[in-house]
T-cell receptor
C-alpha cells in the first residue's frame, strides 16, 4: 500500500513569509509525528498527534510553529514569520496503534529553505 | 537528559569488510531501539527494531544487538558493499515519552569498491 507522503518535496521562501507543509499518513494510522532534521544532525521531535489532538507538542521551538490534524488523517505544519534558522528537512511519520514504541513509518520529507 | 550518541560521525571501509556501528543512550528505561538508514536527500528507512525485552535482531547481512544495562547498541554489517554507503541513524523510544523517537546524529558510512 501507499506509504507516508509529504508535499511539497521542496519549498523555498523568503524570510518573514508563512509556509504550510502537508503530511498524508498511511491509511488507518492513528498516530502522527513531525520531526525536523537540520544539516548534519539527527531528526528532532516537534509534535505528536493521537487522532485529532496534539498529545505532545513539547518539541515545537516557539509559537511561530503550529500543527493541525482536523480529521485525524492529514496533518499540516504551519510556520509563521519564517526565519533563516527554520531551514531544515521536515519529516513526518505515522504509526498504527496507540501503544508506545510502535514502529513509525517515515515520509520522504519536505526540504524548507528560508532565504 | 535523555540523549543518543553515535561515534564516529563518519566511517570509510573497503568493500567486503565486516563492520560495527555503535550507539549509546543515557537512560535504560526504553521501549525499543531502532536503526534507520538514510540516503542523501531521502527519508528514513527502518532497518531493525529491537524491543526492550530482546537482545538482538537480524535481517540479511544486518544484525543489531541491544544491551540496556550498559546503554549500548551495535549494528553489525557483514560483507559490506558499496550499496551500503549511507547514513545510519540510531533512535530510542524512552518510556513515558509518548512514543517520540530520540535520534543520534548518525554515522555516515562509505564503502569503497
Amino acid at each position: 500500500g501507499a506509504g507516508v507522503s509529504q508535499t511539497p518535496s521542496n519549498k523555498v521562501t523568503e524570510k518573514g513569509k508563512y509556509v504550510e507543509l502537508r503530511c498524508d499518513p498511511i491509511s488507518g494510522h492513528t498516530a502522527l509525528y513531525w520531526y525536523r532534521q537540520s544539516l548534519g544532525q539527527g531528526p528532532e521531535f516537534l509534535i505528536y498527534f493521537q487522532g485529532t489532538g496534539a498529545a505532545d507538542d513539547s518539541g515545537l521551538p516557539n509559537d511561530r510553529f503550529f500543527a493541525v490534524r482536523p480529521e485525524g488523517s492529514v496533518s499540516t505544519l504551519k510556520i509563521q514569520r519564517t526565519e533563516r534558522g527554520d531551514s531544515a528537512v521536515y519529516l513526518c511519520a505515522s504509526s498504527l496503534l496507540r501503544q508506545p514504541g510502535n514502529q513509525q513509518y517515515f515520509g520522504p520529507g519536505t526540504r524548507l529553505t528560508v532565504l | 537528559k535523555q540523549e543518543v550518541t553515535q561515534i564516529p560521525a563518519a566511517l570509510s571501509v573497503p568493500e567486503g569488510e565486516n563492520l560495527v556501528l555503535n550507539c549509546s543512550f543515557t537512560d535504560s528505561a526504553i521501549y525499543n531501539l531502532q536503526w534507520f538508514r538514510q540516503d542523501p536527500g531521502k527519508g528514513l528507512t527502518s532497518l531493525l527494531l529491537i524491543q526492550s525485552s530482546q537482545r538482538e535482531q537480524t535481517s540479511g547481512r544486518l544484525n543489531a544487538s541491544l544491551d540496556k544495562s550498559s546503554g549500548r547498541s551495535t549494528l553489525y554489517i557483514a560483507a559490506s558493499q558499496p550499496g551500503d554507503s549511507a547514513t545510519y541513524l540510531c533512535a530510542v523510544t524512552y518510556t513515558g515519552a509518548n512514543s517520540k523517537l530520540t535520534f543520534g546524529k548518525g554515522i555516515t558510512l562509505s564503502v569503497r569498491p
